[in-house]
């Protein structure tokens, strides 16, 4: 499966931003998704991650109650959705994909997308 991330861009502190990846390829499986980050000089952090059927989802607790994932199968898209964004936000995001059972972790996911960069200015 290939995956794009698309909607970052440069925001001032407490904006929002809306991330959408659309995985194309073997769409017809039942992929888990993960949304990862990664601030220069750091390690690739998890984000949030969202079950297949969408009932399940789990997120870092930097970013609960700010961040919502969601997904529309119909579209095959998954989407960010970015609140009160902070300038420690600022990061290359990146949208990950997984068979069947949802996972938090860098090493759970085999495909990953190119990132896109957020950028919360102060």
């Known amino acids: 499966v290939q995956l794009q991330a698309s909607g970052g861009g440069l925001v001032q502190a407490g904006g929002s931003l809306r991330l959408s990846c659309a995985p194309s390829?073997?769409?017809?499986?039942?992929?888990?998704m993960g949304w990862f980050r990664q601030a220069p000089g750091n390690e690739r952090e998890f984000v949030a991650a969202i079950s297949w059927t969408g009932d399940n989802r789990y997120y870092a607790d930097s970013v609960k109650d700010r961040f919502t994932v969601s997904r529309d199968n119909a579209k095959n898209t998954v989407y960010l959705q970015m609140n009160s964004l902070k300038p420690e936000d600022t990061a290359v995001y990146y949208c990950?994909?997984?068979?069947?059972?949802?996972?938090?972790?860098?090493?759970?996911?085999?495909?990953w997308g190119q990132g896109t960069l957020v950028t919360v200015s102060s």
């Open positions: 990950a994909a997984r068979l069947f059972s949802i996972a938090t972790t860098v090493g759970g996911y085999a495909h």
């Open positions: 390829g073997r769409t017809g499986s039942s992929f888990a």
